[in-house]
């Protein structure tokens, strides 16, 4: 229970370098999982996790109003749950892309209840009292907890499921499956590598035309 909450306060504080503060990278789901593996006994399991999100998420680009999944979420999820409810690294991974994905969600929801801030924020300069502080550490706080919760809540409801519920009946299907996603992934970036090649080959020919 220590470790979950630690864990995901760790990941509240890290997910602002997604859109709020740093950019260093730190969110990244290859290092997530390797630190988030590390803090619950299991680092191998947290970086075979990380990178195969890391990969898999890279076809994602953040455009216009698309939220893309959260593959720091994904991948602090999915390694809390195999550290504490499954031991199966299989059916952590499937169901830490999924809470990546529904993350996604509330991202879009965090966002527009900000843009809702700009009134507030225009009558405050047009006053000559715009506290800047504040809606700063405001919005990074709300940023940081809701991740903090949503990684908390997710890895708490399975913890307390596998007390009831039988799931090791699903580990052939989930093994089964997470062996094939390292070789569907790099045939896709295989596939999108040559695309992007063979795509400025053709912007080549044209400029030398």
Known sequence: MTRIIISALI?????????????????????MGVLIGCLNGCPIQGAIVGILIELIYSDFPP?????????????????LLYAHSFQNVSLAFFIGIFAGAVYSKVEFVLR??????????????????FEINYWIVKSLVTESVTAAVFITIFALIFKIAVKF?????VFP????????????????????????VVRSKRQEARGKR
Do not use: Y
């Open 173 to 196: 299907i989930t093994d089964l499956a997470f062996s094939l996603v390292p070789w569907i992934v790099l045939t896709a970036l295989i596939l999108k590598f040559k695309k992007q």
């Open 165 to 169: 519920c039988d799931f090791s009946r």
């Open 112 to 129: 527009k209840k900000r843009s809702a801030w700009n009134a507030k924020m225009e009558t405050e300069i047009n006053e000559n009292h």
């Open 11 to 31: 990941g509240g504080i890290f997910h602002l370098d997604n859109v709020q503060f740093g950019q260093f990278f730190i969110s990244r789901p290859s290092f």
């Open 63 to 79: 455009l216009g109003e698309v939220v893309p999944p959260n593959g720091l979420i994904a991948a602090s999820i999915a390694v």
